[in-house]
């Protein structure tokens, strides 16, 4: 036991490290020799205080050349008001797709197929964006300088969770996320995440993605799939962490959350699933060794238990560089509840953890954003039922 539990702190040892690692050059800026023209699809469901903050965000970037597209559900949904307002305001730079119900596919997906009519040839650049995130100014420059060098043919970001709530179950699934967030780089490894993707348009036309979404439910992931069979890299920049306010109703929200998106990696992304089971079993299972030796007395897992926490902190002050580089002071601030709370939350997020990853093994149903789907395959996805706005307008209509 006691050999078990020296390797369990050598890996977290080696976490931590690769955690300091991330931080080392943040901070520099966005460099960009020139402005393609860059068009924003933006599927959205809902309206949220949060997202007047998006809006805010999106047109204050420091970067001229681009357009909108938003793409909703329905007209009736009460999202549609506050877009209409900055369409009236800026209606070149904005456009509305109504792309109506989904049928046997992501209500997203169907959505973003929709918006897709709406793009022109003179759109180079193709950013897909969530609507739940708060870019900021130099967002489009770090999503396309990449591109203009030839870096990568698909550059993404992924989500950094502001907690705005005092819950539990909100800083259990931040300090998930933040684990996940400061993972390294591995071209291997690498998956576009929603919340951006950005790539030449041409590129996206090429590869086929548009069918390839038909009857898919996760966007990101068969775009994923998609690139690398053709040799597509896919790089997610260090820098491009991008602020996600977020609020939980407790732990059953987490729980449908979290087991949804393990569920669907394990169907779109099996090999990475896998991983995904191996890592979080070893890492929560040095936690709950490490308890219960020491409820046992055994000075070995007291031991391991100090450490392991001691372990945490340095982890977290490692997120707190990362936060200061990339956000300043008024990141700090906005992050301070997370880092004051993370190393206790560590080793329950680590067991909350993999409780998710190993009951999703199974799940083919799930319920998002007021709609079931029974997901099969890739693109073998089914509605069974939903509560959504009425008014829907047809995939072609446009506000």
């Not at 997202?51 to 909703?72: G, P, W």
């Not at 999202?79 to 369409?87: F, L, M, N, P, Q």
């Not at 918006?115 to 759109?123: I, L």
């Not at 995440?193 to 068969?222: H, K, N, P, V, Y």
Request: with cysteine; charged share 20%; aromatic share 8%.
């Amino acid at each position: 036991m006691t050999a078990v539990l020296a390797l369990w702190l050598v890996g977290q040892s080696i976490s931590v490290l690769l955690v300091w690692r991330y931080t080392w050059q943040l901070g520099r800026p966005a460099l960009l020799d020139k402005e393609p023209r860059v068009v924003i699809v933006v599927s959205v469901k809902r309206y949220s205080i949060d997202f007047d903050e998006f809006l805010e965000s999106l047109f204050k970037q420091d970067y001229l050349n681009y357009r909108v597209i938003f793409a909703v559900e329905a007209d009736s949904d009460p999202v549609v008001a506050a877009i209409e307002k900055r369409r009236m305001a800026d209606p070149e730079r904005v456009k509305l797709v109504v792309a109506g119900f989904s049928i046997d596919e992501g209500q997203k997906v169907a959505n973003l197929r929709a918006a897709m009519a709406a793009t022109a040839p003179a759109d180079e650049i193709l950013v897909l964006a969530d609507a739940d995130i708060w870019p900021e100014r130099d967002w489009l420059r770090r999503l396309i300088g990449p591109i203009n060098r030839g870096e990568a043919d698909v550059i993404t970001a992924y989500p950094w969770i502001l907690v705005q709530d005092r819950r539990l179950s909100t800083l259990v699934l931040a300090s998930i996320s933040a684990s996940i967030a400061t993972l390294p780089r591995l071209a291997c490894l690498s998956a576009a995440s929603g919340s951006s993707i950005a790539m030449r348009r041409e590129q996206f036309g090429a590869l086929g993605i548009l069918e390839a979404w038909r009857g898919a439910i996760s966007d990101d992931l068969q775009l994923t799939n998609i690139a690398q069979r053709a040799n597509a890299s896919i790089v997610l920049p260090r820098a491009l962490l991008l602020r996600t306010p977020t609020r939980t109703g407790g732990f059953a929200d987490v729980i449908d959350q979290a087991q949804r998106w393990y569920m669907l990696v394990r169907i779109y992304r099996p090999a990475t699933y896998a991983l995904a089971v191996g890592v979080a079993t070893v890492i929560a299972t040095g936690w709950i060794g490490a308890a219960l030796a020491t409820m046992a007395g055994r000075i070995d897992g007291a031991i391991t238990l100090v450490i392991g926490l001691a372990l945490a902190v340095l982890r977290t002050l490692a997120q707190a560089v990362l936060v200061v580089r990339l956000w300043g002071k008024a990141g700090f601030a906005d992050n301070l509840r997370f880092l004051m709370a993370n190393p206790l939350v560590t080793p329950l997020a680590a067991i909350v953890n993999a409780a998710f990853v190993w009951s999703s093994l199974f799940m083919h149903r799930t319920t998002w954003g007021g709609i079931t789907y029974e997901v099969r395959g890739p693109q073998d996805t089914k509605v069974l039922s939903r509560t959504s706005p009425q008014g829907s307008r047809r995939h072609d209509t446009t506000i």
